[in-house]
């Protein structure tokens, strides 16, 4: 699906620039009569190095405005997909302009964040970790190289149809301001794919991670899971299948023991309890069925029913940490849902903790609180954890400068009140 392994068929390659720059100052320097003062000989070659670098210019240029028309193309079409598979009732046509209203009111931020992410030298976009469609991934990653670095392993959420690794750049762009490397996985969603899928994409993409971010700068032994409403969902599920087959002594790419914790944020762990309320808030229970493979289905990606089974308990053993954040005002998922599958953790012999914040929306912790700058409460939260035993890293986390705000208040205050989340 991603489109960017298509873009040197249209520009040349880096490679190609730079053999014609250097064979064009190697026949110039060569053709140089003998004699001819060594002076005028190296500014000749520094006037092709400074060519030479506007070539590598001109071809960054081109491939980032290509990959943005990609990008952009596949987000129009993911819309126009979410739309066909939910229909135009009353009640979709509603949301829908409650959504446009929100973004338009949030677009100041939006802009400043796409420019990064499409134009900043600490995000490298669309690694490629495995060899199925959206099979990419997005590393951000700190300008501080002096060490290596922990790691967080994002997954967006999305209701299981619209996600995409960019809803993560955001979160990815302020850790990598604090000394800590975020890979965005992207995964198949509905209905290129179905929730066995997702799972499968994503396990697959924490095992690239483990078995290779050291190239990236990053520390294989400080790395740490985390998603957001569908991608909460998504990698528990992910989590807990290695688990399983660790437990059984089955071949497996990555180990529990190099997952340091597992944050999940505002989402959703039982799928029995939560179809109908989908249902009421427009995605369709034949439409979640579909995604999620049937009742049985269900009931087999629902990490809260699973962890109950006594026959895995071995597997219930080797989870890290598990650390719940949820709104007490979220409407898409309620935070109940966080709360019953913290203490069924807990009963099963678990390491779980639930942190809610009080009045917040779906939406708030992950994008309203992050757009607002400054001081924000769970950010705060994953620094502290993640640096807790490098009093170096917290010391460098005390002396940052406030976290600067992409929307006014106003804004924020009104994109508020419209949300459809």
């Not at 009569?33 to 190296?42: A, E, M, V, W």
């Not at 992910?238 to 944020?265: C, D, H, T």
Request: hydrophobic letters at 40%.
């Amino acid at each position: 699906m991603e489109t960017s392994s298509s873009l040197p068929a249209i520009f040349p390659s880096t490679d190609e620039i730079m053999e014609e720059a250097e064979t064009v100052s190697l026949v110039r320097v060569s053709s140089l009569p003998s004699g001819f003062p060594s002076q005028q000989r190296r500014r000749r070659v520094g006037n092709n190095t400074a060519s030479l670098g506007a070539l590598r210019r001109r071809q960054q240029f081109g491939r980032e405005i290509g990959h943005a028309a990609a990008e952009t193309y596949l987000l129009t079409r993911l819309s126009f997909k979410l739309l066909s598979y939910l229909g135009v009732g009353y009640r979709w046509i509603t949301r829908l302009l409650a959504l446009a209203l929100y973004a338009m009111l949030l677009m100041p931020g939006f802009l400043q964040v796409a420019y990064d992410y499409f134009f900043s030298s600490q995000v490298r976009r669309s690694v490629v970790y495995g060899d199925q469609p959206r099979n990419r991934l997005d590393l951000y990653l700190p300008t501080n190289t002096d060490e290596l670095k922990p790691v967080v392993i994002f997954v967006t959420g999305g209701a299981w149809i619209i996600g995409y690794k960019a809803w993560g750049s955001l979160l990815g762009l302020h850790l990598a301001e604090r000394d800590i490397i975020v890979a965005c996985i992207d995964y198949r969603n509905f209905p290129q794919g179905t929730i066995s899928d997702m799972v499968n994409d994503v396990s697959q993409g924490i095992a690239f991670i483990c078995n290779n971010i050291v190239e990236f700068g990053g520390d294989p032994n400080k790395i740490y899971l985390m998603g957001q409403s569908a991608g909460a969902h998504v990698s528990a599920c992910a989590l807990l299948q290695q688990a399983v087959k660790e437990s059984r002594g089955e071949s497996i790419s990555w180990s529990m023991s190099q997952i340091n914790a597992y944050f999940g944020l505002s989402g959703g762990y039982n799928l029995l309890k939560l179809v109908d309320h989908f249902h009421g808030r427009g995605l369709y229970r034949s439409i979640f069925l579909s995604i999620m493979e049937g009742e049985k289905g269900m009931e087999q990606f629902s990490p809260e029913i699973v962890v109950q089974n006594p026959g895995i308990s071995s597997a219930v053993s080797l989870l890290p940490r598990i650390i719940l954040f949820h709104g007490t005002s979220d409407y898409s998922i309620p935070s109940h849902a966080s709360k019953i599958f913290v203490n069924t953790l807990r009963k099963v012999g678990a390491e779980a903790d639930l942190i809610l914040y009080d009045g917040k929306t779906h939406t708030d912790l992950f994008l309203q609180d992050p757009l607002r700058g400054g001081k924000d409460e769970l950010f705060d939260y994953l620094i502290g954890f993640i640096h807790a035993n490098d009093k170096e890293a917290l010391a460098r986390d005390a002396m940052a400068p406030p976290r600067r705000r992409f929307v006014p208040e106003i804004l924020l205050r009104l994109a508020g009140k419209v949300s459809p989340f």
